[in-house]
């Protein structure tokens, strides 16, 4: 199954050009990312090719950015290949994910020119419902808040999306000794308030997690293992309903 990731020029998340994807290129990929590389993961394990087009819809946490003296001007000098995506082939994909749904205003158009493509969106930040108002058309809503359902039974739909995770080829490309874990406060204040997502993080909590992390070190692979196992069958079944659909 070929993917398409694409997001907008003034989206400071990912890399800073659009590029195919090429295998034991990831770490040319990491080196294109000029800050958070949440989604590097992500582009390797999906073998995903990359498009940034302009930037076409301003989601309310993109806003706040504009309004930063100096953004605008920064990513778009810091952006190269941005291509108009009324002038892109999304038919050589079966699957085109968006960083927001900011194809959602010319998302008819685009299904019709192109009925064998699954176009989806995920939220750049979940808190930015209303990209739900133009998200609506598209065929799947991967819902990283997993408040959703876990199968692919018709489009449109919303489905749970956990993001993919290459832990194996990671340990390759950064083989090194390391005497110490990290792990971002705000996944620790999830597991500790278990699942609440504003789980006030305070010393004396970090103090009582730390054990139980090396005390279930195998508890946790399993956990990731786990994971991972469930967004390959989700892909899976998103390649079933392009032959369904």
């Known amino acids: 199954m070929k993917?398409?990731?694409a997001k907008q020029q003034l989206d400071l998340v990912g890399p800073r050009q659009s590029f195919a994807y090429a295998d034991d290129h990831e770490l040319e990929i990491l080196r294109g990312f000029q800050g958070k590389v949440s989604l590097w993961e992500m582009l390797c394990a999906?073998?995903?090719d990359f498009l940034i087009t302009p930037t076409l819809v301003q989601a309310p946490w993109l806003s706040t950015l504009l309004a930063q003296?100096?953004?605008k001007d920064t990513m778009q000098k810091t952006t190269s290949q941005v291509i108009n995506p009324n002038e892109f082939d999304f038919g050589?994909?079966?699957v085109v994910i968006t960083h927001d749904s900011f194809l959602g205003l010319q998302i008819d158009a685009l299904k019709a020119k192109f009925p064998k493509t699954v176009f989806a969106y995920l939220l750049a930040e979940h808190s930015s419902w209303q990209m739900h108002r133009i998200g609506y058309k598209y065929d799947l809503y991967l819902?990283?808040?997993l408040e959703s359902v876990d199968d692919v039974v018709r489009l449109p739909q919303a489905v749970n999306f956990l993001f993919?995770?290459?832990p194996d080829r990671v340990r390759e490309l950064f083989y090194?000794?390391?005497?110490?874990v990290f792990l971002d406060y705000r996944s620790l204040g999830y597991f500790i308030g278990n699942g609440s997502n504003n789980f006030l993080l305070t010393e004396d909590k970090v103090k009582l997690v730390k054990p139980s992390w090396w005390e279930n070190k195998w508890l946790y692979f399993g956990y990731g293992a786990t994971l991972s196992y469930a967004v390959?069958?989700?892909i899976d079944q998103i390649g079933d309903s392009i032959k369904i659909f």
């Open 3 to 5: 993917v398409l990731f």
């Open 46 to 48: 999906l073998k995903a």
């Open 69 to 71: 003296p100096g953004y």
């Open 92 to 94: 050589a994909y079966d």
């Open 143 to 145: 819902d990283h808040t």
């Open 164 to 166: 993919p995770r290459i």
């Open 176 to 180: 090194q000794e390391r005497t110490s």
């Open 232 to 234: 390959f069958t989700l």
